[in-house]
């Protein structure tokens, strides 16, 4: 990726974590916060993100070791979601299992994040996860079925 367009592209993702944390419990910043996300995002996936949290879709695993793992629940299918990678120096600071992040955000580069991410972030922002401990062995069975198995030869 050419240097101006990663420029860029931290530019409007910044913008977008801006958005997102100026979003307070009172309606006038909740009407501000939308603005602010309809200025980077379409209007369908603020919409379908805020439809999965008002769906309780946003689950928020706790491990014993203090730290969390998201699954959203999609129309089709049970997503992963890593919202905070902690890479800062790429256009992608998340990752999403679902086969939109894929094409959205890392193919064609159309999209700074899917729907399922934005849920994540706005869910948590709002405490409107639905909180779960889990045990270790737990999380690994989850983690283990979005590897793929080795092929055999």
């Known amino acids: 990726m050419p240097t101006e367009a990663l420029q860029g592209s931290l530019h409007l993702r910044h913008v977008l974590q801006a958005s997102i944390q100026a979003f307070e419990s009172d309606e006038e910043s909740f009407e501000e916060g939308i603005e602010m996300l309809r200025a980077v995002l379409p209007d369908t996936m603020i919409t379908a993100a805020l439809d999965i949290i008002d769906r309780d879709g ?77 045990e270790d062995d737990e999380i690994l069975l989850k983690f283990a079925g979005h590897v793929s198995p080795s092929l055999e030869n």
Do not use: Q
Not at 101 to 115: D, G, P, R, T
């Open 58 to 134: 946003v689950v928020k695993y706790k491990t014993s070791w203090g730290r969390y793992h998201y699954e959203v629940l999609g129309t089709t299918s049970t997503y992963t979601v890593f919202p905070h990678l902690g890479v800062a120096s790429t256009t992608v600071s998340s990752y999403c299992t679902c086969p939109s992040f894929a094409y959205a955000v890392l193919i064609s580069e159309n999209h700074l994040m899917c729907k399922h991410v934005l849920a994540v972030f706005l869910a948590d922002k709002w405490s409107r996860c639905v909180v779960r401990p889990t």
